[in-house]
């Protein structure tokens, strides 16, 4: 069984900053990478980016590219979102999820465990 708690979201003005972390538990998380997703009310789940446990490889949306960065702790086995810079249009619930695969997947069919959430909230 595999376990994700988010934390870390909030209301921040458009330029600010905010750090999500993904606390992960259980004895399969670490083979398959974990990603981030948000989604916006009335809109579906958006890959924002993921990472790989053993070698910290890295992948990011286009329209995330340079404002964020994907982090992980494997003592804690914690994955970090960093977010900087950011705008309105980063609004929305943060997910993290577990994928299925051996790769980082943008689409979240690949995904088969999620955390409940955290709201980001960005205000012009």
């Known amino acids: 069984q595999v376990h994700l708690v988010e934390s870390g979201g909030g209301l921040v003005q458009a330029g600010g900053s905010l750090r999500l972390s993904c606390a992960a538990s259980?004895?399969?998380?670490?083979?398959?990478?974990t990603g981030w997703f948000r989604q916006a009310p009335g809109k579906e789940r958006e890959f924002v980016g993921g990472?790989?446990?053993?070698?910290?490889?890295?992948k990011y949306a286009d329209s995330v590219k340079g404002r964020f960065t994907i982090s992980r702790d494997n003592a804690k086995n914690t994955v970090y979102l960093q977010m900087n810079s950011l705008k309105p249009e980063d609004t929305g619930v943060y997910y993290c999820?577990?994928?299925?695969?051996?790769?980082?997947?943008?689409?979240?069919?690949?995904?088969?465990?999620w955390g409940q959430g955290t709201q980001v909230t960005v205000s012009s």
């Open positions: 999820g577990k994928s299925t695969r051996y790769y980082i997947p943008s689409n979240s069919d690949a995904y088969d465990y």
């Open positions: 259980g004895r399969t998380i670490r083979p398959y990478p």
């Open positions: 990472i790989i446990w053993s070698d910290g490889d890295t």
